[in-house]
């Protein structure tokens, strides 16, 4: 089992412990992945969420899975972009630090993401990639413990950019540490 990967597929399908939600800072749902989770989880998953009281961009929020095959859903919310200069890369990449350290709290040790920020909130995917994965794989490397990380990308072209910028930043000198069996 590689300990970071990039698949195509439909995150709320997934057979991860937890998988992430891509939410907006009301936690109520929305559109784009926050509403095909809602929609897969039931309703119960908007009374959890009330319950917590929304959550500010670059933070995160544990629900139970509900309906879903995942045990939790870990909720985040991944700032707008507005070109650039205006902290979206911390932003970014504090929402996955956040949801991961999240994860660790909580004993999960296998969580899917979905493309955080590139869709409605317009993050152009190639920069959003390199912010994502480099958070990721510098949380793997201080937590042996995480036996899993994913990228669960609902388009072929997404997961593409998200492999191309793996490939070009980060397989050379990760790849003898991530791309291995998991022994734990
Ligand atoms: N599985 C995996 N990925 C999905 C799925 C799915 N079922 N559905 C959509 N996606 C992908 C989109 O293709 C995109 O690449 O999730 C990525 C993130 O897009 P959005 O869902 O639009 O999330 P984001 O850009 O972070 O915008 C958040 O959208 O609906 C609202 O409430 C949400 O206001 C918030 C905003």
Redesign the pocket.
Known sequence: MKRFDVIV????QSDAQAIVN???ETLL????????IHRAAGPELLEECRAIGGCPTGEARLTTGCRLRAKYIIHTV?PVWHGGQQGEPALLASAYRSCLELAAAHGITTVDF????????G?PVMQAATVAERAILAFLEDHPEMHQVRM????EE?ARIYRQMYNFWFAATKADRLDVEHKG
Do not use: E, K, L, Q
Not at 29 to 36: E, K, R, S, T
Not at 152 to 155: K, P, Y
């Open positions: 597929g439909d995150i709320t891509a939410a907006n749902g929305g559109g784009g992945v926050d509403g095909a991944g979905p493309s955080i920020s590139t869709g409605v909130f993050y669960v990308c609902h388009r997404t």
